[in-house]
């Protein structure tokens, strides 16, 4: 595992892998509207890839596809070299929401997918257990959703998620409902978990930095039909320490090419006016 | 948390204590204001004739023979009427096809007045309790359906995916994120469903049938005894209000894991 986090992006196996990956749906009017075009790409072993690019650029429905919720009108999503068919027990996914259920203690949250699975029930407490230690949270094991504050709320969820002890952690811009400081921390504790356990994951992010700080490579899409139009390796050491990477001179280097090539000054300018017509 | 909560117990204090004050003041000018004002007794008779009113129909009328039939009949109504109405609303949410094939005529059915089916049930079954019951079991019905059906349809779709996630079979969805979301404003629908059962009795007891409290009612009319409607009316309440409480009871418990206020704010 420790040497997974050393050359986390030379690892040989592929977890992850979307082979020309299309969606389309049909719009209000019937007509058709290209999500995401020919999306192709792959995540090793043990890596972190984050993915950035303009609002409503399809970085969701890649997210879905992933999970085996929805289905590509053309192309694949693989797991472990396997064609994503359906929901998969070797990936999990985690959104902005925290998605607790509010008849449940925490530690029942936490046990909800494991308990589907139907993990034996010794099993699911004792997992349920060390995850909340892990994320100081023993002490509100039996306390319930509306009882804790969106960052312990946040981080129940990924309790939850990493319970059923996937193979690829999906995640849906997981952090961008919390207030600043707590991100920060939340971050740090992502980063931390998913390098000790050697976890693979796809990181959806509107947060520049999120991205760099976190990932061992970044990659950024186009509008839609959004496809990936730039691969950037993000070459900085300790990856497990998001917050001893924001002090690395490097990081403003990243975040200028990555704006650049987002065009951000360009793009807030016609969202704003899209507001003003809409 | 104890300095949040004292200006709101004292505000709960001053509440209960300006009820209280307006429930003295009422039951005062309900004894002295009809003698004040020079209204007859027989339109409104004073709070003491009620009572002593109460007392005779007790011993003479069998007023708790009549509460107690009234008080079956709302119960059986009620029960029936709200796991029929739940039973339903989850049938109609499971299946798309089979709502927009129904709605029309439950729609229909809802806007009727349910209590104009009571004469016909009567025809049908007789002056027995069984018309009464039926009556309560359609008024019941509608409320706690339109809000069962209406929980699942605004149940998050991103819970249901993620369920899915985790591989959870349909059955799976239903127990452990459907049912439970459901069960809120399941509530609400029982909570009316309790109050308009003892409306849908009353009406099925005033058209036909010699036992309850709305028979009591109209005897009481047709006798111009207006003491007895008062007592009728009275107990009638009681019957609901117990039924209400009774629903707000078992809510707390089921619904225990709700922060309190949500619950408290509808009583």
Request: aromatic residues 6%; charged residues 25%; glycine residues 8%.
């Given at each position: 595992m420790s040497n997974v986090m050393s050359t986390p992006a030379a690892s040989s196996l592929t977890r992850l892998e979307y082979r020309a990956a299309t969606m389309r749906f049909a719009d209000r009017h019937g007509s058709a509207l290209t999500a995401v075009r020919d999306v192709s790409f792959s995540v090793g072993d043990g890596e972190i890839v984050s993915l950035i690019g303009p609002s409503g650029c399809g970085k969701s429905t890649l997210l879905n596809i992933?999970?085996?919720?929805?289905?590509?009108?053309?192309?694949?999503a693989l797991v472990d070299g396997e064609r994503v068919t359906g929901p998969n027990a070797h990936v999990a996914f985690m959104l902005q929401k925290d998605l607790l259920l509010p008849w449940r203690t925490i530690a029942e949250n936490v046990m909800f997918g494991v308990e589907i699975q139907k993990v034996p029930l010794s099993e699911r407490r004792g997992r349920a257990q060390s995850l909340l230690k892990k994320f100081n949270l023993a002490e509100f094991a039996a306390h319930y959703p509306h009882q804790l504050s969106g960052g312990m709320r946040q981080r129940v969820a990924l309790a939850r998620t990493l319970a059923v002890n996937p193979h690829v952690l999906l995640l849906?811009?997981?952090?961008?409902?919390?207030?600043?400081?707590?991100?920060?921390?939340?971050?740090?504790?992502?980063?931390?978990?998913?390098a000790e356990a050697g976890k693979t994951a796809l990181l959806i992010t509107h947060d520049l930095l999120e991205a760099v700080t976190l990932s061992d490579r970044v990659l950024v899409m186009s509008r839609?039909?959004?496809?990936?139009?730039?691969?950037?390796?993000?070459?900085?050491?300790?990856?497990?320490?998001?917050?001893?990477?924001?002090?690395?001179?490097?990081?403003?280097?990243?975040?200028?090419?990555l704006m650049d090539r987002l065009d951000i000054a360009h793009a807030s300018l016609e969202r704003e006016t899209a507001g003003d017509a809409g | 948390?104890?300095?949040?909560?004292?200006?709101?117990?004292?505000?709960?204090?001053?509440?209960?204590?300006?009820s209280l004050a307006l429930l003295v003041a009422f039951l005062a000018a309900w004894q002295w204001g009809p003698g004040l004002l020079g209204v007859p007794t027989f339109i409104v008779p004073p709070l003491s004739m009620v009572a002593r009113e109460?007392?005779?129909?007790?011993?003479v009328d069998h007023l708790l023979l009549h509460t107690g039939v009234t008080i079956a009949e709302v119960l059986a109504g009620f029960i029936l009427g709200s796991l029929l109405g739940a039973l339903v609303g989850y049938l109609l949410g499971m299946s798309r096809a089979a709502e927009l094939a129904l709605s029309p005529y439950i729609l229909a059915l809802q806007i009727a007045p349910k209590v104009a089916f009571a004469p016909l049930f009567i025809l049908w079954m007789g002056f027995t309790v069984y018309p009464k019951i039926l009556v309560a079991v359609l008024i019941v019905f509608f409320p706690v359906m339109v809000n069962v059906l209406t929980a699942l349809h605004t149940v998050d779709p991103d819970l249901v995916n993620l369920a899915r996630s985790f591989k959870?079979?349909?059955a799976q969805i239903f127990w452990k994120i459907?049912?439970?979301?459901?069960?809120?404003?399941?509530?609400?629908?029982?909570?009316?469903?309790a109050t308009l059962a003892v409306v849908g009795v009353v009406v099925g007891e005033l058209v036909g049938g010699n036992v309850g409290l709305g028979y009591l009612l109209s005897f009481g009319e047709g006798q111009a005894d207006t003491p007895l409607v008062f007592v009728s009316i009275v107990m009638l309440t009681a019957v609901g209000g117990i039924a209400y409480l009774?629903?707000?009871?078992?809510?707390?418990?089921?619904?225990?894991?709700?922060?309190?206020r949500s619950l408290s704010g509808n009583i």
């Open positions: 992933g999970s085996g919720l929805t289905m590509p009108s053309d192309g694949a849906d811009e997981p952090f961008s409902a919390v207030d600043a400081q707590t991100r920060i921390v939340l971050q740090r504790d992502l980063a931390r978990t998913l839609r039909p959004g496809t990936i139009v730039e691969e950037i390796a993000i070459d900085m050491p300790r990856r497990d320490d998001p917050i001893a990477r924001r002090a690395d001179p490097k990081v403003n280097d990243y975040l200028a090419r | 948390m104890s300095n949040s909560k004292n200006p709101r117990l004292s505000v709960l204090g001053k509440g209960a204590s300006a109460f007392v005779y129909a007790w011993r959870a079979t349909r459907e049912f439970p979301a459901s069960l809120p404003p399941m509530f609400a629908g029982l909570r009316i469903g009774g629903v707000i009871l078992v809510e707390r418990r089921v619904l225990h894991y709700l922060p309190s």
